[in-house]
């Protein structure tokens, strides 16, 4: 079972900022924070990982509380190619069988103009 | 250049019929993997591979063979294929079994319709 807990959709205006929460109270101090989404009919696509510092990159921030029990993705500028399923996803970092992803329900981000 | 790609995109066959999968990286990752997606759109890991060796095996049918001869080719044959194999197929891969190495990198699927 996934260990996260995701809104099951949410949505946002084109041009704003769309905050995406995930609830992750059991993460134990080796795991990561990953998110990916995946935009229809497509394959998943990965977007940051964090482990204990807020993270940055060209596609979004990704903001881990201090206990690491939840953590939101921003994506700042959405667009409307930004819609998606959003997956919040904790695992430990060490690929192969340590770290398969376990994805869960997602939450649906509609973006409209 | 695709990262990741698989063949076909879409295969429609019969029940009973036994069919494949090629899955293919160029990133020089030495993890693959292959996952299923449902109707109700869940995604779950299914295998994955290390070096050409399996690592995981989830609670797959035997009738899922993943064969790699060599680190950037992963394939899936199914056996005597069943209404409820119907999914889409999604291949990925990853850096392997160091420090960041569970970012991973998925192909576009493969819709597989049993009729």
């Known amino acids: ?113 | 250049d695709t990262a990741v790609s698989q063949t076909p995109k879409y295969l429609v066959t019969q029940m009973g019929n036994d069919k494949s999968i090629k899955c293919e990286q160029n990133l020089g990752h030495d993890t693959m993997y292959w996952y299923k997606q449902d109707s109700k759109k869940f995604l779950k890991i299914m295998f994955s591979y290390n070096n050409k060796e399996l690592i995981i095996n989830e609670t797959v049918p035997n009738r899922f063979s993943p064969k790699s001869p060599d680190k950037a080719h992963l394939n899936l044959h199914i056996n005597s294929l069943e209404l409820g194999d119907s999914a889409v197929y999604f291949c990925a891969s990853s850096p392997g079994l160091k420090a960041g190495g569970e970012t991973q990198y998925f192909g576009p699927g493969t819709r597989l319709l049993v009729l």
């Open chain 1, 1 to 113: 079972d996934a260990k996260t807990t995701q809104p099951p959709s949410m949505d946002c205006a084109e041009g704003r900022a769309a905050n995406l929460p995930c609830n992750h109270s059991t993460i134990s101090g080796n795991e990561y924070v990953y998110w990916y989404r995946q935009i229809h009919s497509q394959g998943p696509q990965y977007i940051i990982h964090g482990l204990k510092n807020n993270e940055t990159n060209e596609m979004a921030s990704l903001i881990i509380t201090e206990d690491r029990k939840s953590s939101t993705l921003i994506l700042p500028h959405a667009t409307l190619r930004d819609t998606a399923v959003y997956y919040c996803i904790v695992v430990l970092n060490y690929g192969g069988s340590q770290g398969n992803l376990i994805f869960g329900k997602g939450t649906k981000l509609s973006v409209k103009p």
